[in-house]
């Protein structure tokens, strides 16, 4: 009897082991988060607040989308949820990197608008209007396009370049630096205008100073960067209150207008919003429709890209997809930067997300998957 206790005793502690063993393999259930940990999303969120966490959290804890250091989502009109990495806060501002064309591209519309400047009439670079030159072919239309034809190489990478040899580098940071709209307006064409797609920051470059030369015939730094700062406080900073919000210039008085500018989480939010509802804020319409669905149509030579915006369609084979299209309405906008600056909005989700943070180019693709997640969480509105 006393052995079979024993038996009994031994097989129970064997159960309980293997049991212990099991449950250890499995996955951990999160510990609920406290009030306080969730207070970062607004009560008038239409998701719940730990469904919505789940998805946001990644961004910040995943190592794959390192470092994420804000994050802001409207809905409606409203923010609904605002974190910010250590360090970062609402007041903090960050680099745009490219977003800065998106900017470029609206101002280009307000002076096609006043009559200033027309899409298709050849671009007014003075280099250009030489008799004979082939560049005097290239429009507006096939700058904000990126189908100029001209030969600028935005990345070492492509075409064999070196660090040194890529243009954006060159006009950035070397022999380019204290003209960069005149590097980018010297370089010879590689194509026919009009034939090609080629991402380039130089192209954003020479329609920043197109509108520079539009505002003033001055040479003077000092009067053209005068001259674009009213411009863009009068037409986009001012009416939308994007009071945190500065432009960077070169040494020749040229807004940095595809790669520099400088403004808060919530100003970038603004500017979404601003195009979301095609050029009206609180009921004064600022941009004509029209303009607004010029940038958010898509290009000749590449679905994704539409007038210095990124659409959320897929490309041409062999050219790296960017956003989410099977996750989200084809109708999904976005102004993209380097290290994964982001300002993606969907008009029929009535929704503006903004990332901040600096995420190595070559790993993009996790974080644009976690920002597809955050955006499908949101009803579609037809």
């Known amino acids: 009897?006393?052995?079979?206790?024993?038996?009994?005793?031994?097989?129970?502690?064997?159960?309980?082991?293997?049991?212990?063993?099991?449950?250890?393999?499995?996955?951990?259930?999160?510990?609920?988060?406290?009030?306080?940990?969730?207070?970062?999303?607004?009560?008038?969120?239409?998701?719940t607040k730990a469904r919505l966490d789940a998805a946001i959290s990644p961004l910040f804890d995943n190592p794959e989308m390192a470092e994420t250091r804000a994050l802001l989502i409207m809905h409606r009109g409203e923010i609904i949820a605002e974190r910010y990495g250590k360090g970062y806060n609402e007041n903090t501002r960050f680099i745009s990197w490219s977003m800065a064309k998106s900017?470029?591209?609206?101002?280009i519309g307000f002076l096609v608008s006043d009559g200033r400047l027309v899409l298709d009439d050849p671009a007014p670079v003075p280099d250009w209007q030489r008799p004979g030159d082939p560049r005097g072919h290239i429009t507006l239309r096939h700058l904000l396009h990126m189908s100029s034809?001209?030969?600028?190489?935005?990345?070492?990478?492509?075409?064999?370049?070196?660090?040194?040899?890529?243009?954006?580098?060159?006009?950035?940071?070397?022999?380019?630096a204290n003209d960069m709209a005149g590097y980018a307006e010297a370089r010879p064409l590689e194509a026919v205008p009009g034939e090609k797609f080629e991402y380039s920051t130089a192209t954003s470059m020479i329609l920043a100073?197109?509108?520079?030369?539009?505002l003033t015939n001055s040479t003077d730094p000092k009067m053209r960067r005068d001259a674009a700062m009213r411009f863009i406080r009068g037409r986009l900073l001012e009416p939308l209150d994007m009071d945190g919000t500065y432009f960077e210039f070169d040494a020749n008085g040229t807004f940095l207008g595809g790669s520099i500018i400088q403004a808060t989480a919530?100003?970038?939010?603004?500017?979404?919003?601003?195009?979301r509802n095609n050029g009206a804020r609180k009921g004064a319409q600022h941009?004509?429709?029209?303009?607004?669905?010029?940038?958010?149509s898509s290009s000749?030579?590449?679905?994704?890209?539409?007038?210095?915006?990124?659409?959320?369609?897929?490309?041409p084979e062999g050219r790296k997809q960017v956003l989410f299209p099977d996750m989200a309405p084809d109708t999904v906008f976005a102004a993209l930067g380097h290290l994964g600056q982001q300002i993606v909005v969907s008009p029929e989700q009535k929704l503006t997300v903004v990332r901040l943070g600096k995420t190595?180019?070559?790993?993009?693709?996790?974080?644009?998957?976690?920002?597809?997640?955050?955006?499908?969480?949101?009803p579609v509105n037809r």
Not at 6 to 16: D, E, F, G, N, Y
Not at 149 to 171: F, I, S
Request: proline share 6%; glycine share 8%.
């Open 1 to 47: 009897m006393a052995m079979h206790k024993i038996k009994i005793s031994v097989l129970s502690a064997l159960a309980l082991l293997f049991s212990g063993c099991g449950a250890s393999e499995g996955p951990a259930t999160p510990t609920p988060k406290t009030a306080e940990e969730l207070a970062y999303i607004s009560d008038n969120s239409p998701i």
């Open 103 to 107: 900017f470029t591209g609206a101002l």
């Open 149 to 176: 034809g001209l030969d600028h190489t935005e990345v070492a990478e492509e075409n064999g370049a070196t660090l040194y040899e890529a243009d954006t580098n060159q006009m950035l940071f070397l022999s380019g």
């Open 209 to 214: 100073d197109i509108i520079t030369r539009t």
């Open 266 to 275: 919530r100003d970038y939010a603004k500017f979404g919003e601003f195009l």
């Open 287 to 296: 941009l004509p429709v029209n303009w607004v669905k010029f940038m958010r």
């Open 300 to 315: 000749p030579n590449d679905p994704a890209y539409g007038g210095h915006i990124w659409l959320n369609k897929h490309r």
């Open 360 to 378: 190595q180019d070559d790993v993009l693709q996790p974080l644009y998957d976690q920002i597809g997640r955050i955006v499908s969480l949101f």
